[in-house]
């Protein structure tokens, strides 16, 4: 019933199994001379069956166990997520909203990421769109899967000009934050250089405040403000909507004096004063630039949108 292991502990009694020596060698207890082990105590030496059936191996690092848990940290491939792919420029397509209405949720999306406005508002415009102008064009690219609807990528609307019918406005252009500057901006006004040319239009007009220099390197150059129609029917003459104002930036309100009201009060008794002259009417129209002055270069400009921030009026033939 004792166990008696010399000092070099080289050598053990018959009776004890091989499984257990690194247990009995690494206890700093087994340094003494002399290890008498009392019966009552052999329950320490006991091992459970699952301890019993593992090999001890030297490679074997205790600290690098993991616990069950850590097994689940570890990240699966099959559980990425899948990055959008980068749409090809040779696959995207050209076509009017009203054409395509299942995609004007996905397009009002794509404008109020870059101009937020109220979701209801923005599909009442897009849902304006139609042949006859104001027309909302989309840049479309395929979707990887088969069976799902396109992408949309880009967006801008083409409006009629006041007095000038080989003309159209260019407005809300955009494309989708994450694919700028690889291309897609000039694929969108390339095509629509293309449609408007197909449709016998000859000239395009735009305003920008941050990207001239883009759309100088497309061909366009500075030129002088246009008024777009907004809605246009054959019913309507364009020499009526040539008699409403023409204003391209608010000016500031001006209340007249009653001039008769003050007359009146002050007049002496006796016949009656003539009526005052006319005032002189506001103008609508900024003033014409003087003479050698440019009214727009590369760094400033004399026009202001309704917030009274600077613009640039640009204007390319197709």
Known sequence: QELTLNPSLSKLTPSTDPAYQMELILRPSLSEPELTLDPSHQRELTLSPRLAELTPSPPCHPEMTLSPGAAEMIPDPAHQPEETPVPNLAELTLEPVHCRPELLDACADLINEQWPRSRASRLHSLGQSSDAFPLCLMLLSPHPSPEAAPIVVGHARLSRVLDRPQSLLVETVVVARALRGRGFGRRLMEGLEVFAKARGFCRLHLTTQDQLHFYAHLGYQLSEPVQGLVFTSRGLPATLLSAFPR?????????????????????????????PPPLPELLTTPPPPKAGSSPQSLLETQYRDLRGCPIFWMEKDI
Do not use: E
């Open 247 to 275: 204003a391209s930036y608010p000016q500031p309100p001006c209340k007249a004096p009653n001039l008769t009201a003050q007359a009146a009060t002050r007049a002496p008794k006796g016949p009656p004063l003539p009526p």
